[in-house]
């Protein structure tokens, strides 16, 4: 039981779930103290469905055109969907957090596991919509069993997350029973000093007993949260049972979710084995196709890879648990290292549960910075989790800091004394721990990339373009793990999103540079166009992708368009139409994504950006920017530029082969963009045209008044 | 002569199985549907399926990861 | 070792009586889609049974401990934890844990001993190590 001084305190009936939703969001604003329950429209769940679509559409309302992320207008919205806390298929009990960004000044949209979400929703609420600023710290405490909502002063409640994890099961759980249907969102120390806080949702470890926490990582969520003056998010819900959604026809769940258990049973182990190593699987197979970043993204390979590949994280996790992130995930990839004895840092000396790494952790913090010791890698991720920083854009912008040190534009006098040469991974940790406590060069270099360069050229004197070029940051949130150099689909896939480089929207690198099946503009330009929306539904309904294509039927090869996985798209829309009795096709998916997407478009042109020269990358995303990257893969950009350039490299010197190659590149992207506008609706500015908006059904006045000034 | 994904072309060497091929172009991705005319390569076959001369080869990768 | 069902397919006669009673007896309704017993007749004259040989994989899978082996070795589904995800469906080595559209949680055979009482042909029997 908690002692906190209740500032506000709200009751209600909890109103059970029908068809997968509550039909009712809780509204809190801390500036005010004030809690109110918001109704679902029909609005919303037609053509906003759920989840991010739903964040979309309350913060559009609850914003101005020129909220920043710091002002109290701003809000930190949490949605599932409907078909968020089914159990019966592997995934569905994944959230999605908006805001505007501390990165971007636009909207992130962060897809994350855990428990909070789908508990959430069976305490009562469709989605919680967090508005205003608190005086003092706070924790908001919404309890579905006894129907009430708090917010509290919170002085003693600790704000690193693997604390607020223990304070939630020993202070907040009055039973080892209530700890399982309770669940935290809390971010760190490291969120208030910097601009890439990440926010970590828990779900409460049966076997372990103990708490175990999921990132919603991009885009600086967890810095507006503690912005704000949470410290922690908390849910309780009456016991969750196989039909705690009420669906129109579990039968059909059912039998699409026993469908996927047994092929996850019959063909992990020798597909992925994402049930032993998870996400790390792809560690090795990356650096086999050039695709795994080192060196700040300037090689996609290494010999030390093998020291952090999927079989060194095998034998690392503790095996035989069922490690699912919601109940029914038999994909099992939230893997942990236990009793992981910390090196440094104010928990020096404590056993801890690591959660992960993921492969996106090691790329980062990792191969990308030029560690290769696992140890290291188990540290740094345990480290920003805990701080609540994200391991991608923290993981990108060390790795860029490492160049700029190696390359003299920083020196030891610039970084207080940190030896920031690649793989070091002390002084990524020294790093680490400055962001927490907002302290020397961390908090310069947790200001991100994008904000690096502007203070590199005008503090340090660096050369503008070169900072540009190395810098892989696009719209200022910085790129997640893949070396889209040589897929100009891919390239795409990250510069032509909503939020910035976030792989969620578009991973067709394989599709495109390897098996050549995007030849043309129009062919890359459909996948730009399908694969963004078909990823963006499982963010509307409460999905993981995961299940979607990280485990394949038998008989997949046969069927037409195998990249699609037709038998699992299958399976969503019968899950979709069994919980909400809404019979759809697998066109009706791509169909209700088309219309958040083009809103989110308008969204972010309404607050400013969201036009052509925002969808700009860096150089380094697109091909060597220096001669050592150029003749590390000598033979290959000579053959690129006499087969696809068409021009005849012998004699060249390199600077001039790397300068004939980024005018063509650059040239191709600009043609990309012109392809995908089209195909997408948008005018050649990337701005959605009318008829667009008209044909989704969303050219209501305000969103129509955004397009109207680029039209 | 065989061309690969519409693009690469490498020279035929008697019985170059998929397999072999597969190692040769570094393509150790788990989920790979090869391809050969236009008929799939079941992958039991692929250590003993020698390639033809002159034949269209797929090795379409299928995109998880990411 | 404990208590388990064990099924000798030469003494079997494929009349599906076991079926019947065990459905009567858990659901109250004559049912094979309700019954933890399955008899499979191959149309060859090969008869064979599926039920739980109470292996304990099932326990491992389970997210929530609402699976677990009683003090006789009988593997028991625990309501009151089951969250009806159905993974201990798809995981049983054997296929013999069960699902129905009118329940939310899975169901299988707990040595109870009744079909063995009804079976004709003493096909059935529990054993006790």
Known sequence: MTTNRVLTEFTYEPSSVERGYTGQTLYVNLSENTVVAKPVTDVMKEKFIGGRGFGLWLLWHGVNDDTKWDDPENEIVISSGPCGGITQYPGSGKSLVVAISPLTNIVIDSNVGGHFGPLLKFAGWDALEIQGKAERDVIVFIDGVSGRVTIEEAPDVPVDTHLVGHWLIEQMAETEEDRYFMSSVSAGTGAENTRIGCLNFSLYDRKRKSPRFKQAGRGGTGTVFRDKRIKALVVKSPPVKGDSNHPADRARIAAAGVRLHKEIHDHDDHQNRMRRRGTPYLVQIMDDYHLLPVHNFKFGSHPDTPKINGEVWEARFTQGLPDGCWYGCTMACSHAVDGFELRTGPYKGQRVIVDGPEYETIGAVGSGCGIFDPDAILELNFYCDTYGLDTISYGTLTAFAMECYEAGI????????????????????????????????????????????????????????????????????????????????????????????????????????????????????????????????FGLCGFCKLPWNDIVPPNNRDADEPAKIPAHVQNYVEIFSGVTGHEITKEDLIAMSEVVYNFQRVFNIRLGYGRREHDAIPYRSQGPVTVEEYEARGEYHDKQLSDVVGIDPAGMPTEEKIATLREYREAQYEKLKDAVYERRGWTSDGVPKLETLRNLGIDFPEVVAVVDKYL | MIRVNNRDEIAWEEGLTVSALLERFRYTFPHIIVKIDRRVVPPVEYPTRAIPDGADVQAVHLIAGG | MGKVLSYDPDLCVGCFVCEETCSETWFKVADRQKSNIRIHDDGEGNLSAIFCIQCGECTEICPTGALSQDKRGVVRVKKKLCVGCLACVGFCPYQAMFYHADQTEPFKCVACGKCVQECPAEALAILDE
């Open chain 1, 410 to 537: 920083l020196d030891r006098e610039k970084t207080g004394g940190l030896d920031l040469r690649f793989g070091n991974a002390e002084a990524s940790l020294s790093l680490l721990h400055q962001m927490a406590r907002g302290e020397g060069f961390g908090l310069i270099a947790g200001q991100g990339v994008r904000r690096m360069k502007r203070i590199f050229a005008q503090e340090y004197g660096a050369a503008p373009q070169f900072l540009q070029d190395i810098g892989m940051e696009s719209k200022g949130l910085e790129y997640s793990m893949y070396i889209p150099k040589e897929s100009l689909a891919q390239q795409g896939g990250y510069g032509l999103t909503n939020k910035g480089p976030q792989h969620d929207e578009a991973w067709l690198i394989f599709m495109d540079m390897v098996s050549n099946l995007l030849p043309t503009f129009e062919d890359k330009a459909e996948a730009l166009h399908y694969f963004p929306l078909f990823r963006t539904w």
